[in-house]
């Protein structure tokens, strides 16, 4: 099975992906967190069981939205209002299972159409009730957790119904899709017309078109593909204020480009209801393989080395020594020997057979040159093949009384292993602190000329207050984060849990220009408010 014939998965509040195909923690990995001294926690509370509050939605504005986009289309359900609860964040899941769905909606309301989300951000705004625009639900940074302080109540705007490959124009080589298309329905529409996003991050089971844009997400393809917001040319955006319509051209030097404005903007300055993306042909051939440098820092130097003068392959990712040694199949093997199996680089071609047979030829030379050893096709494929299997594995670590959580940040070539250090030290340091020791594992799956993404994972075991215990570690990396003078996020976006260290990495002024923007589409401030920005 290839991403283009994953099915979309139903969405469980607090479970990953396709229910069909649960993860399953190997033995090694349970003896493993047995020797981290993990203990199983109480087993989750049911969804059914979760407790809710009571709704405060005022009846006058559950009466006019159920009259604007019928009945049918509005619901307080128990089980939608949990469903609707937060994102998947591992604090999100464990208050879940924990059955607190105290940041729970009053109401759902799923709009049919770009006409339906005006209407609704109408009426929200004169009842004064607060709009979270929910897409996939796979926000890992209190993205759907709104403030609700000086709110009449909160509704979440399900965009579920708006699942459709609009028009392609093939070409310009563009396609419109509408905001509450899954991910892997995106996929298979394209293809049928022989056209590929090319967008897979590891929340492609989950996530949708809209999300990706308000969020700027980056695909695991993102060195052939690009990040979303580079793949995104024109917007459809609905406002309390109205519509806004953005993108006529390609490019354009009438003014600042305020379709940049739009995407990363986290549903605080309207609700993405359509985007026109730039698409290209289904790849015709796909090869991925593995290499293994001996170091970090010579891997570093390898990737730093495509990125600045090419070729770049379609998928370029390098792990450290940590994360190398801990296929989590045997992370026990990899608590007795950190570090001793080098450090593994997963390079990925697609498209023509010529272009992937040139770039891959280019490639080998330089890594050869560069110190790397082949480990072959079969290695790569293999990494391909289970690529959206990895969050699958986080539903039976936390039943096994794990914490396991991860973080990104993003910075300049020259500062990236400083970073990398810091912040490892920061996590390692809190968490030893705390009386626990822990992993700390990275990898660096985004590249360009100027510099890379980090991506941190972290496993310990449960304290018996997890989210006080995590809460405390990602503060410490935060901080590390600031001090190296990296940026708070590269693809995770803002969402509550980053909204005050971006306030410090911008600026009082820059805030203000935010909150400028956000005053003059949403005067009421309805919108995700404390989302993004205070
Ligand atoms: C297991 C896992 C793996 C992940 N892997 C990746 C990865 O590889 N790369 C990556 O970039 N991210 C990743 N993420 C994070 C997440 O998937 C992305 O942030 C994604 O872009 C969110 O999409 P979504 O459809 O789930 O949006 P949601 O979570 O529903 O929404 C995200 C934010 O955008 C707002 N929003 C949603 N739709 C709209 C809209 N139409 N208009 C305006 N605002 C809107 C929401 O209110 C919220 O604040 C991962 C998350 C998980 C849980």
């Known amino acids: 099975m290839t991403e283009y014939d994953l099915p ?48 405060t939605l005022p009846v006058e504005a559950a009466d006019e939205l159920a009259k604007a986009l019928g009945a049918e289309h509005v619901t307080s359900a128990h089980d939608a209002r949990v469903e609707h609860t937060r994102g998947f964040s591992t604090p999100d899941l464990l208050k879940l299972r924990a059955g607190d769905a105290s940041d729970a909606p009053d109401a759902v309301v799923f709009p049919g159409s770009h006409e339906d989300v005006l209407a609704v951000l109408e009426i929200c705004t004169r009842h004064r009730v607060a709009v979270v625009p929910f897409a996939g639900g796979t926000s890992v940074v209190g993205g759907l957790a709104p403030v ?34 899954r991910a892997v329905d995106a996929e298979r529409l394209l293809a049928e017309h022989g056209l ?51 993108g006529t051209a390609p490019k354009s030097a009438a003014g600042p480009d305020l379709r940049q404005l739009v995407l990363g903007s986290e549903g605080a300055f309207g609700v993405i209801t359509s985007v026109t993306v730039r698409v290209r042909p289904v790849p015709a051939v796909r090869v991925f393989e593995a290499w293994n440098f001996p170091s970090f820092t010579e891997g570093v130097a390898a990737l730093r080395a495509l990125a600045q003068d090419g070729p770049l392959p379609t998928v ?8 190398t040694a801990v296929n989590l199949s045997d992370p026990s093997a990899a608590l007795a020997a950190p570090g001793s199996g080098g450090c593994q680089v997963i390079t990925g071609y697609e498209g023509g057979e010529a ?107 449960q304290l018996d207050d997890p989210l006080a215990q995590w809460a405390k570690a990602k503060e410490a990396a935060n901080a590390a984060i600031r001090a190296c003078g990296a940026a708070i996020s590269h693809h995770h976006g803002v969402g509550t849990d980053h909204r005050e260290t971006l306030a410090l990495e911008l600026g009082p002024i820059a805030v203000d220009m935010l909150r400028a923007v956000k005053a003059s589409v949403d005067p009421a401030g309805v919108l995700n408010p404390g989302i993004l920005i205070g």
């Open 355 to 461: 272009a992937v047979a040139a770039t891959r030829a280019a490639v080998t030379e330089r890594f050869l040159a560069l110190g790397a050893r082949s480990q072959g096709t079969e290695a790569g494929e293999k990494w391909r093949t289970g690529r959206f299997r990895g969050p699958y594995l986080r539903d039976p670590l936390l039943d096994a009384g794990a914490l396991v959580e991860t973080l990104e940040t993003v910075t300049f070539w020259s500062n990236l292993e400083q970073l990398k250090t810091a912040v490892t030290e920061a996590i390692s340091g809190s968490l030893a602190e705390q009386g626990t020791p822990g992993l700390v594992m990275c990898h660096i799956s985004h590249v360009y000329e100027t510099g890379a993404s980090l991506y941190f994972t972290v496993v310990a075991k």
């Open 8 to 55: 979309s998965a139903a969405r469980h509040p607090y479970t990953w992906g396709n229910l069909d195909t649960p993860g399953h923690l190997p033995e090694a990995a349970a003896g493993a967190m047995a020797a981290l001294g993990a203990v199983p926690p109480p087993a989750s509370v049911a969804v059914a069981d979760a407790r809710v509050p009571d709704s």
């Open 196 to 246: 590929t996003l090319g967008h897979f991050p590891q929340s492609f089971e989950m996530a949708s078109i809209g999300g990706f844009a308000a969020a700027r997400s980056a695909g695991q393809a993102s060195a052939g593909y690009g990040r979303f917001d580079d793949m995104v040319v024109g917007l459809t955006v609905a406002t309390p204020r109205g519509t806004v319509t953005l």
């Open 316 to 323: 370029l990712r390098l792990s450290d020594e940590m994360e």
């Open 148 to 181: 609700r302080a000086g709110f009449a109540g909160v509704i979440a705007l399900d965009l579920r119904r708006l699942d459709r490959l609009v028009s392609v124009d093939e070409v310009s080589r563009t396609a419109v899709l509408q905001a509450g298309l």
